[in-house]
């Protein structure tokens, strides 16, 4: 309410201490000391520590009646109509803001130890969605949300898709303090920007909050590249290893033989960002994440012999109980991978042993030799933990850029489970293009999954394709313009805002005709848009 002081909604416990709160903020209109903020702590209707967006930055804040105290700020501006990612942190006696996945500010203060959230705003207006709690004083930060690719349908992308790895970073200057690396570093060099060391010297060379640069140019790698288990960094400082602003680092291992052990690089710790490299031509998968609570952010995973990016279990002995878990892909691209018999190298999966909580969105997965998305189960290891798909895209699976098939391979876009074994996926807001069997299959998933918001064309067989289950459908969209197919097939729940094909095009369909054409914008959401 632009026109009230203070409207506000609590939620939650009046006893939960330690914990982070995160949702998507959209500022629609902003008054005279117009204020949209998310709330930690709440003691009482003034009285909490807030994340607050204004039109001249971002503050963090302790506030007891009219009196505010900033912990923190940030000025960078904030646009009505814009949504923006806030997460607020409280952990003992620190409290940490982060905007799109950029830390705000992180203070030290003890007046308020407890209390439930809460939304607000102060002579402004905002919509609010996805509002997480978790447990801890951390979560796994996403980056800022934009309309969904799905809804997109403007003529305005470049023909010619963008990588993100030139602009990994969020900030356009160094951290301070950071190691850095170079092909031409040595391992007894300081790590300075004047003495580059090699990465397998720097990973050993940061504390938790560290960062690690690596120059552009070609590294050259014969063995796997692993951040073993226990280099961790900490919910509240992670480890980084990512790209120097402006540059583009490419890790090489095309000395390697094809073999299920010759991964690129291995992320086994927790608590790591990983950020703007591209990695190809590893024995396997090119980026393979074991440990949890890492974000992967505007990599390039392309002619690598099987997955380009996977999630799974370090070693056959993992336990459950340290499946990789609450991992984040984010505007990532994965292409051309391709093992020899054509069945295993899929543009991302999480398969087989992975935990809860992984998460791949604004990812774009093209012209793999087998699936798009591999979310493959089997009975010898059971149900893997929901996987959700957002904001991504999925074409040309099945076949190579250079116009390689495989027949043996599955070619579908978001391949969704396997062997009967019902698992709770999400897939939202994606779109699955001209892949070369099926758009979004259940695979053999009879679960309850959510498949809301998506859309495909132009699939060879079915565009949807879920033969039994419970799974859950709304605002998906079916077209057809140059390929036959055949007619979708929904068990589960789906009502009337699906527009499905069986035999003629919806009315949505009319966005959806011409040539798709995708894009990174600069803050790492992505665009798809058709005509």
Not at 448 to 458: K, L, Q, W
């Amino acid at each position: 309410n632009a026109g009230s002081e203070n409207a506000r909604e609590f939620a939650g416990d009046t006893s939960w201490t330690d914990y982070s709160l995160q949702a998507r903020v959209k500022p629609t209109s902003f008054g005279s000391g117009g204020t949209v903020g998310i709330d930690a702590r709440v003691q009482g209707s003034t009285k909490f520590y807030r994340l607050a967006l204004l039109p001249a930055g971002v503050q963090l804040q302790s506030v007891s009646g009219s009196s505010v105290t900033v912990l923190g700020n940030s000025t960078q501006t904030v646009s009505t109509g814009d949504w923006y990612t806030l997460r607020l942190d409280v952990s003992g006696s620190t409290i940490t803001g982060y905007v799109n996945g950029a830390q705000v500010g992180s203070g030290s203060n003890s007046t308020y130890s407890k209390g439930r959230i809460g939304l607000q705003t102060l002579y402004a207006a905002a919509s609010f969605d996805e509002v997480t709690v978790s447990s801890g004083g951390s979560a796994p930060t996403p980056s800022a949300s934009a309309t969904s690719a799905a809804a997109s349908a403007s003529a305005s992308a470049s023909a010619t898709p963008s990588s993100p790895a030139a602009s990994a970073s969020a900030s356009s200057s160094p951290t301070s303090g950071a190691v850095y690396v170079s092909p031409s570093g040595s391992d007894s060099a300081a790590g300075t920007a004047s003495a580059p060391t090699t990465l397998t010297a720097a990973l050993t060379k940061i504390a938790a909050g560290g960062t690690i640069y690596l120059r552009g140019g070609t590294y050259k790698y014969s063995t796997t590249i692993t951040i073993a288990p226990g280099n961790d960094g900490t919910s509240s400082a992670r480890k980084t290893l990512s790209a120097y602003p402006g540059e583009t680092p490419v890790l090489d291992f095309s000395a390697m033989a094809e073999n299920s052990a010759n991964r690129g690089l291995a992320v086994n710790a927790d608590y790591w960002r990983v950020a703007g490299i591209v990695v190809e031509y590893a024995g396997d998968n090119g980026i393979f994440v074991g440990g949890s609570n890492n974000i992967i952010e505007r990599t390039i995973t392309r002619y690598n012999h099987d997955s380009g990016l996977q999630i799974s279990r370090i070693a056959s002995d993992t336990p459950q109980a340290q499946w990789p878990a609450n991992n984040l892909i984010l505007s990532a691209e994965s292409h051309d991978n391709a093992d020899s018999d054509g069945e295993d190298a899929d543009g991302f999966a999480a398969k087989l042993t992975v935990g809860t909580g992984n998460v791949f969105r604004y990812c774009v997965s093209h012209n793999n030799i087998d699936d798009g998305w591999d979310l493959y189960t089997k009975s010898e290891t059971g149900a893997i933990g929901p996987v959700t798909i957002e904001n991504s895209l999925a074409y040309n699976n099945g076949t190579l850029t250079n116009g390689t098939v495989n027949t043996n391979g599955d070619r579908n876009g978001y391949k969704l489970g396997g062997e009967d074994i019902p698992v709770n996926n999400i897939v939202k807001n994606s779109i699955a293009y001209k892949n070369g069997k099926h758009g979004f299959t259940y695979n053999s998933n009879p679960g309850t999954m959510t498949i809301s918001g998506n859309v495909s064309i132009d699939n060879a067989q079915r565009n949807f394709s879920f033969d039994e289950g419970t799974s859950v459908f709304r605002s998906n969209t079916s077209c057809r313009f140059n390929v036959s197919g055949s007619n979708d097939k929904t068990v589960g729940d789906a009502d009337s805002s699906n527009q499905f094909w069986t035999g003629s095009n919806g009315s949505r369909c009319s966005s959806y005709s011409g040539t798709m054409k995708w894009s990174f914008a600069s803050d790492g959401t992505l665009a798809v848009t058709f005509g």
